[in-house]
Protein backbone atom coordinates (compact mmCIF):
# COMPACT_ATOMS: atom_id res chain seq x y z
CA UNK A 1 0.00 0.00 0.00
CA UNK A 2 1.59 3.23 -0.62
CA UNK A 3 0.18 6.69 0.49
CA UNK A 4 -1.89 9.18 -1.40
CA UNK A 5 -0.19 12.59 -3.23
CA UNK A 6 -2.67 15.18 -3.05
CA UNK A 7 -2.33 18.42 -4.81
CA UNK A 8 -3.89 21.85 -2.74
CA UNK A 9 -4.23 24.46 -5.13
CA UNK A 10 -1.92 27.73 -4.17
CA UNK A 11 -3.41 31.27 -4.26
CA UNK A 12 -6.82 32.08 -4.94
CA UNK A 13 -8.46 28.88 -3.90
CA UNK A 14 -6.43 27.73 -1.21
CA UNK A 15 -8.08 29.31 2.02
CA UNK A 16 -11.21 28.38 0.78
CA UNK A 17 -10.03 24.21 -0.15
CA UNK A 18 -8.44 24.35 3.37
CA UNK A 19 -11.57 25.24 5.41
CA UNK A 20 -13.81 22.53 2.88
CA UNK A 21 -11.40 19.80 4.02
CA UNK A 22 -11.64 20.61 7.83
CA UNK A 23 -15.12 20.60 7.43
CA UNK A 24 -15.05 17.15 5.49
CA UNK A 25 -12.79 16.10 8.45
CA UNK A 26 -9.15 16.57 7.52
CA UNK A 27 -6.96 19.00 9.03
CA UNK A 28 -4.26 20.92 6.76
CA UNK A 29 -1.52 23.16 8.42
CA UNK A 30 -0.18 25.34 5.79
CA UNK A 31 3.30 26.50 6.57
CA UNK A 32 3.69 29.77 4.44
CA UNK A 33 7.60 29.19 4.33
CA UNK A 34 6.95 24.98 2.55
CA UNK A 35 4.96 23.82 -0.22
CA UNK A 36 4.10 20.99 1.71
CA UNK A 37 1.23 21.11 4.43
CA UNK A 38 0.78 19.21 7.47
CA UNK A 39 -2.29 17.16 7.41
CA UNK A 40 -3.81 14.89 9.90
CA UNK A 41 -3.83 11.43 8.28
CA UNK A 42 -1.04 9.39 7.64
CA UNK A 43 -2.05 7.67 4.73
CA UNK A 44 -2.01 11.72 2.41
CA UNK A 45 1.11 13.38 1.55
CA UNK A 46 0.22 17.07 0.71
CA UNK A 47 2.25 19.34 -1.53
CA UNK A 48 0.87 23.18 -3.09
CA UNK A 49 0.29 23.77 -6.46
CA UNK A 50 -1.20 26.68 -8.20
CA UNK A 51 -4.44 25.73 -9.93
CA UNK A 52 -3.07 26.74 -13.22
CA UNK A 53 -0.31 24.09 -13.10
CA UNK A 54 -2.59 21.36 -11.13
CA UNK A 55 -3.76 19.38 -14.36
CA UNK A 56 -0.20 18.77 -15.66
CA UNK A 57 1.05 17.45 -12.50
CA UNK A 58 -2.11 14.90 -12.00
CA UNK A 59 -1.55 13.54 -15.33
CA UNK A 60 2.23 13.15 -15.13
CA UNK A 61 1.96 11.13 -11.87
CA UNK A 62 3.94 13.54 -9.78
CA UNK A 63 0.50 13.76 -7.72
CA UNK A 64 -2.08 11.24 -7.95
CA UNK A 65 -5.26 13.77 -7.26
CA UNK A 66 -5.83 17.27 -6.74
CA UNK A 67 -8.09 20.08 -6.92
CA UNK A 68 -8.54 23.05 -9.60
CA UNK A 69 -10.99 24.68 -12.10
CA UNK A 70 -12.27 23.53 -14.91
CA UNK A 71 -11.13 25.94 -16.57
CA UNK A 72 -7.40 25.24 -15.92
CA UNK A 73 -8.10 21.35 -17.28
CA UNK A 74 -9.19 23.05 -20.28
CA UNK A 75 -6.60 25.14 -20.96
CA UNK A 76 -3.66 22.71 -20.38
CA UNK A 77 -5.20 19.88 -22.11
CA UNK A 78 -4.29 17.52 -19.17
CA UNK A 79 -5.54 13.88 -19.75
CA UNK A 80 -7.13 13.12 -15.99
CA UNK A 81 -9.92 11.77 -14.85
CA UNK A 82 -12.74 14.08 -13.33
CA UNK A 83 -13.73 12.54 -10.81
CA UNK A 84 -16.35 14.98 -9.30
CA UNK A 85 -17.46 18.22 -9.58
CA UNK A 86 -17.10 20.60 -6.46
CA UNK A 87 -18.63 24.21 -6.77
CA UNK A 88 -16.93 25.97 -4.33
CA UNK A 89 -14.90 28.95 -4.94
CA UNK A 90 -12.67 32.17 -3.74
CA UNK A 91 -15.97 34.06 -2.00
CA UNK A 92 -18.64 31.92 -2.43
CA UNK A 93 -20.23 28.43 -3.17
CA UNK A 94 -20.83 29.64 -7.09
CA UNK A 95 -19.03 29.38 -10.19
CA UNK A 96 -16.72 31.18 -11.62
CA UNK A 97 -16.90 33.21 -15.50
CA UNK A 98 -14.34 33.96 -18.15
CA UNK A 99 -15.26 36.84 -19.74
CA UNK A 100 -14.26 39.08 -22.15
CA UNK A 101 -14.08 42.66 -21.34
CA UNK A 102 -13.22 46.29 -22.70
CA UNK A 103 -13.06 49.40 -21.48
CA UNK A 104 -16.72 50.56 -20.52
CA UNK A 105 -16.21 53.87 -23.14
CA UNK A 106 -14.91 51.57 -25.79
CA UNK A 107 -16.94 51.66 -29.12
CA UNK A 108 -16.50 47.36 -29.28
CA UNK A 109 -19.92 45.82 -28.66
CA UNK A 110 -18.74 42.03 -29.51
CA UNK A 111 -16.20 39.83 -30.16
CA UNK A 112 -16.36 40.59 -33.89
CA UNK A 113 -15.52 44.29 -33.66
CA UNK A 114 -11.86 42.73 -31.99
CA UNK A 115 -10.71 41.81 -35.67
CA UNK A 116 -7.20 42.78 -35.67
CA UNK A 117 -7.21 43.75 -31.99
CA UNK A 118 -5.17 42.84 -28.93
CA UNK A 119 -6.07 41.11 -26.16
CA UNK A 120 -4.62 40.52 -22.98
CA UNK A 121 -5.37 36.43 -20.73
CA UNK A 122 -3.57 34.08 -18.44
CA UNK A 123 -5.75 31.67 -20.94
CA UNK A 124 -4.04 31.93 -24.34
CA UNK A 125 -5.62 28.63 -25.26
CA UNK A 126 -9.18 29.10 -24.24
CA UNK A 127 -9.01 32.54 -25.57
CA UNK A 128 -7.35 31.71 -29.11
CA UNK A 129 -10.07 28.43 -29.49
CA UNK A 130 -13.14 31.27 -28.38
CA UNK A 131 -11.78 33.84 -31.27
CA UNK A 132 -11.23 30.75 -33.62
CA UNK A 133 -14.82 29.57 -33.15
CA UNK A 134 -16.33 32.97 -33.91
CA UNK A 135 -14.08 33.37 -37.36
CA UNK A 136 -12.31 36.20 -35.52
CA UNK A 137 -8.06 36.78 -35.73
CA UNK A 138 -6.76 38.93 -33.03
CA UNK A 139 -3.56 39.23 -31.16
CA UNK A 140 -3.35 37.14 -27.85
CA UNK A 141 -1.05 38.24 -25.55
CA UNK A 142 -0.20 36.09 -21.96
CA UNK A 143 -0.68 38.16 -19.18
CA UNK A 144 0.87 37.48 -16.05
CA UNK A 145 -1.38 39.67 -13.68
CA UNK A 146 -3.05 42.95 -13.11
CA UNK A 147 -4.68 41.95 -16.90
CA UNK A 148 -7.45 44.06 -15.49
CA UNK A 149 -5.27 47.72 -15.64
CA UNK A 150 -4.26 46.76 -19.19
CA UNK A 151 -7.01 47.96 -21.11
CA UNK A 152 -7.35 50.26 -23.05
CA UNK A 153 -3.35 51.42 -22.87
CA UNK A 154 -1.71 47.85 -23.58
CA UNK A 155 -4.67 45.85 -25.13
CA UNK A 156 -8.02 46.77 -26.29
CA UNK A 157 -9.47 43.67 -24.34
CA UNK A 158 -9.01 40.99 -21.74
CA UNK A 159 -10.15 37.94 -21.21
CA UNK A 160 -10.24 37.51 -17.33
CA UNK A 161 -12.12 35.08 -14.64
CA UNK A 162 -14.58 36.57 -12.11
CA UNK A 163 -17.32 35.59 -9.13
CA UNK A 164 -18.91 38.93 -8.60
CA UNK A 165 -17.75 41.35 -11.95
CA UNK A 166 -16.73 44.01 -8.90
CA UNK A 167 -13.15 43.78 -10.07
CA UNK A 168 -14.23 44.70 -13.31
CA UNK A 169 -16.37 47.56 -12.29
CA UNK A 170 -13.92 48.89 -10.14
CA UNK A 171 -11.35 49.08 -13.31
CA UNK A 172 -13.76 50.70 -15.64
CA UNK A 173 -14.47 47.72 -17.79
CA UNK A 174 -17.58 46.41 -19.46
CA UNK A 175 -18.43 42.62 -20.03
CA UNK A 176 -18.86 41.77 -23.96
CA UNK A 177 -19.67 38.04 -23.99
CA UNK A 178 -19.35 34.79 -21.44
CA UNK A 179 -16.63 32.06 -22.80
CA UNK A 180 -17.06 29.78 -19.99
CA UNK A 181 -18.32 28.95 -16.64
CA UNK A 182 -15.75 27.36 -14.45
CA UNK A 183 -15.83 25.18 -11.07
CA UNK A 184 -13.53 23.34 -8.80
CA UNK A 185 -12.84 20.02 -9.98
CA UNK A 186 -11.43 17.02 -7.71
CA UNK A 187 -9.04 15.25 -10.46
CA UNK A 188 -6.91 12.06 -10.19
CA UNK A 189 -4.38 10.45 -12.55
CA UNK A 190 -5.54 7.96 -14.45
CA UNK A 191 -3.19 5.20 -13.47
CA UNK A 192 -3.77 6.06 -9.45
CA UNK A 193 -7.57 5.43 -10.02
CA UNK A 194 -7.05 2.38 -11.43
CA UNK A 195 -5.05 1.03 -7.67
CA UNK A 196 -7.66 -0.20 -6.13
CA UNK A 197 -6.52 1.69 -2.57
CA UNK A 198 -6.02 5.09 -4.30
CA UNK A 199 -9.22 4.65 -5.93
CA UNK A 200 -10.81 4.19 -2.48
CA UNK A 201 -9.37 6.86 -1.05
CA UNK A 202 -9.97 9.36 -3.38
CA UNK A 203 -13.52 8.26 -3.88
CA UNK A 204 -13.83 8.20 0.15
CA UNK A 205 -12.52 11.71 0.24
CA UNK A 206 -14.81 13.31 -2.64
CA UNK A 207 -18.17 11.62 -0.68
CA UNK A 208 -17.08 14.26 2.62
CA UNK A 209 -15.86 16.73 0.59
CA UNK A 210 -19.36 16.99 -1.43
CA UNK A 211 -20.79 16.13 2.13
CA UNK A 212 -19.43 19.49 3.48
CA UNK A 213 -20.38 21.32 0.60
CA UNK A 214 -24.26 20.35 0.88
CA UNK A 215 -24.12 21.29 4.42
CA UNK A 216 -22.60 25.17 4.10
CA UNK A 217 -25.61 26.68 3.26
CA UNK A 218 -27.99 24.55 5.29
CA UNK A 219 -29.21 24.12 9.00
CA UNK A 220 -30.76 21.10 10.77
CA UNK A 221 -34.15 21.94 12.78
CA UNK A 222 -35.48 20.05 15.38
CA UNK A 223 -38.68 21.05 16.86
CA UNK A 224 -41.82 19.31 18.89
CA UNK A 225 -45.49 19.24 17.58
CA UNK A 226 -48.48 18.13 18.72
CA UNK A 227 -49.97 15.70 16.71
CA UNK A 228 -52.98 17.48 16.04
CA UNK A 229 -50.57 20.23 14.38
CA UNK A 230 -48.60 18.20 12.89
CA UNK A 231 -50.08 18.50 8.99
CA UNK A 232 -50.30 22.49 9.77
CA UNK A 233 -46.16 22.31 10.71
CA UNK A 234 -45.64 19.52 7.77
CA UNK A 235 -47.40 22.39 5.46
CA UNK A 236 -44.79 25.11 6.48
CA UNK A 237 -41.60 22.90 5.99
CA UNK A 238 -39.80 22.79 2.78
CA UNK A 239 -37.18 19.88 3.17
CA UNK A 240 -34.45 18.40 1.35
CA UNK A 241 -36.05 14.87 2.40
CA UNK A 242 -38.55 13.91 4.23
CA UNK A 243 -38.59 14.69 7.33
CA UNK A 244 -37.75 12.61 10.23
CA UNK A 245 -41.00 11.97 12.70
CA UNK A 246 -40.11 10.48 16.33
CA UNK A 247 -42.28 9.95 18.96
CA UNK A 248 -42.36 11.56 21.96
CA UNK A 249 -43.20 9.71 25.42
CA UNK A 250 -46.08 11.65 25.48
CA UNK A 251 -48.26 9.85 22.48
CA UNK A 252 -49.64 12.62 21.63
CA UNK A 253 -46.73 14.80 20.56
CA UNK A 254 -44.02 14.11 18.01
CA UNK A 255 -40.53 15.15 17.36
CA UNK A 256 -39.79 16.53 13.73
CA UNK A 257 -36.03 16.95 12.49
CA UNK A 258 -35.19 18.36 8.79
CA UNK A 259 -32.90 20.08 7.13
CA UNK A 260 -33.06 23.50 5.32
CA UNK A 261 -31.71 26.15 3.57
CA UNK A 262 -30.18 28.91 6.39
CA UNK A 263 -31.65 32.05 4.08
CA UNK A 264 -34.73 30.58 4.50
CA UNK A 265 -34.74 30.32 8.83
CA UNK A 266 -35.49 33.73 9.56
CA UNK A 267 -39.51 33.42 7.75
CA UNK A 268 -39.32 30.06 8.16
CA UNK A 269 -39.13 29.97 12.24
CA UNK A 270 -42.66 32.55 13.28
CA UNK A 271 -44.48 30.32 10.50
CA UNK A 272 -43.69 27.43 12.46
CA UNK A 273 -44.28 28.78 15.24
CA UNK A 274 -47.52 29.77 14.31
CA UNK A 275 -48.37 26.53 12.78
CA UNK A 276 -48.02 24.95 16.32
CA UNK A 277 -44.35 24.05 16.84
CA UNK A 278 -43.25 24.45 20.18
CA UNK A 279 -38.83 23.46 21.47
CA UNK A 280 -37.63 24.89 18.14
CA UNK A 281 -34.21 24.15 17.76
CA UNK A 282 -32.04 25.34 15.01
CA UNK A 283 -28.35 23.31 14.60
CA UNK A 284 -25.10 23.74 12.23
CA UNK A 285 -24.48 20.71 10.24
CA UNK A 286 -20.82 19.61 8.89
CA UNK A 287 -21.49 17.32 6.32
CA UNK A 288 -24.73 16.55 4.65
CA UNK A 289 -24.24 12.48 2.58
CA UNK A 290 -26.97 10.98 0.62
Not at 5 to 20: N, R
Not at 94 to 114: C, H, I, M, N, T
Not at 127 to 150: C, D, I, P
Not at 221 to 234: A, P, S, T, Y
Amino acid sequence: MSGLKLGIPKGSLQDATVELFAKAGWRITVNSRSYYPGIDDADITCMMVRAQEMARYVENGTLDAGLTGKDWILETGADVEEVAELVYSKTSLGRVRWVLAVAEDSPFQSVKDLEGKIIATEAVKMTEKYLARNGVKARVEFSWGATEVKVPQLADAIVEVTETGSSLRANHLRVVDTLLESATWFIANRGAMKDPWKREKIENMVLLLDGAIKAYNRVGLMMNVRRNDLEKVLAALPALRNPTIGQLSDPSWVAINTIIEEKTVRQLIPKLKAAGAEGIVEYPLNKVVY
